[in-house]
């Protein structure tokens, strides 16, 4: 028996409008995302080497914002202590650092990984057995230890940290795809790699494990009670967290040239999470702006007064109040409120 031809075409397309409904909003993001790619990828064209090297050094902040984005945004887990991973993977590379000629860039990321990873499992077995206030402070407690290992010994160079001599070299077996040492160069090579970050990112968020960190995020007592090894997925997230924390920490001594204390300090886990909350949590492009957004308000409100902390507390104060879903969420709302929706798919 064949369907009444009225119902089977009205199926189909209620089928078609409500597939294309769902993805309109995600091709909606990656224009977005691409047409902020290429603008970024314009300004070592247009602008001057300062605005280069600023550039780099906020995308850095970037993906170090997305590695804490995981925690808060997506596992539920506020750290007061992730600046912690940030500074080891900046010293793992300093340290490793030869004085008299240059490091192998090749060799430094994955050690700076590495044991920023070792350390966020090491240090993840113990704080996951805490939760809310406790686990803020907690970490908090293990991030300041950390510092103190740097800032109190020779090992890390006491308060003035360590310098390094020289930018690293990028051969490959005798090939040199870029120059670390060449601000441009170091730029796109950064830009890369946080898009990078950002797909690899998107990828654990859509696979298994990202969709049982939102559900103990949403419940954490109803997924214990379904059988999920609780536990086991919130270290899994604590440690890919503090390993691409490692990460942006060795980019910023590759660029910086030096690593100190202060990479590890409170108040730079405090920065990375205003950071967070600006771009609205649980949003991975939300955290790349608002990292943008706060290092940009750093350096106008630094270069109009000494007292710039005044004014960039009161911005964020407003930008939360008035915004409390974060830069992310509004874009994503302007976004999808400003381009229509076709009645029909013609």
């Not at 804490?68 to 991973?85: C, E, I, P, Q, R």
Request: charged share 10%; aromatic share 12%; net charge positive.
């Amino acid at each position: 028996m064949f369907p009444n031809p009225v119902i089977a075409e009205s199926a189909r397309r209620t089928v078609q409008h409500t597939a294309i409904g769902a993805i309109r909003p995600i091709a909606h993001k990656t224009a977005a995302a691409a047409a902020v790619a290429l603008l970024l990828a314009l300004v070592p064209l247009f602008g001057s080497a300062f605005y280069t090297e600023l550039a780099t050094r906020v995308m850095i902040l970037a993906i170090f914002t997305i590695s804490l984005d995981l925690l808060v945004g997506y596992t539920g887990l506020v750290s007061f202590g992730h600046a912690a991973f940030f500074g080891i993977g900046a010293y793992a590379y300093a340290l490793m650092a030869p004085r008299q000629e240059a490091a192998n860039l090749w060799l430094a990321l994955p050690m700076a990984m590495l044991l920023a990873g070792a350390a966020a499992l090491v240090v993840g077995a113990f704080v996951l057995r805490t939760r809310g206030v406790y686990f803020i402070m907690v970490t908090l407690a293990f991030a300041q230890m950390f510092y103190f290992v740097f800032h109190d010994t020779d090992f890390g160079g006491g308060s003035d940290g360590i310098t390094v001599n020289f930018r690293p070299q990028a051969t490959v077996a005798g090939w040199k795809p870029f120059d670390p040492g060449n601000s441009v160069q170091l730029f796109y090579f950064v830009l890369i790699l946080l898009a990078a970050v950002l797909a690899f990112l998107r990828r654990v968020l859509d696979s298994p494990l990202g969709r049982a960190l939102q559900g103990i995020k949403v419940n954490e007592l109803r997924m214990r009670s379904l059988g999920f090894p609780v536990f086991r997925y919130k270290l899994a997230s604590f440690t890919i967290s503090g390993t691409l924390a490692g990460f942006a920490g060795c980019l910023y001594a590759v660029q910086s040239g030096f690593a100190n204390p202060e990479l590890l300090s409170w108040q730079q886990s405090g920065n990375v999470l205003l950071m967070v909350i600006l771009g609205g949590a649980g949003t991975l492009y939300g955290a790349v702006a608002g990292a943008f957004a706060f290092s940009l308000l750093q350096e106008l409100y630094s270069a109009l007064t000494t007292h710039w902390q005044l004014p960039l507390g009161l911005t964020i104060i407003a930008l939360v109040l008035f915004l409390p879903g974060g830069l992310g969420r509004f874009v994503g709302r302007f976004i999808a409120q400003s381009i229509p929706e076709r009645a029909d798919d013609e």
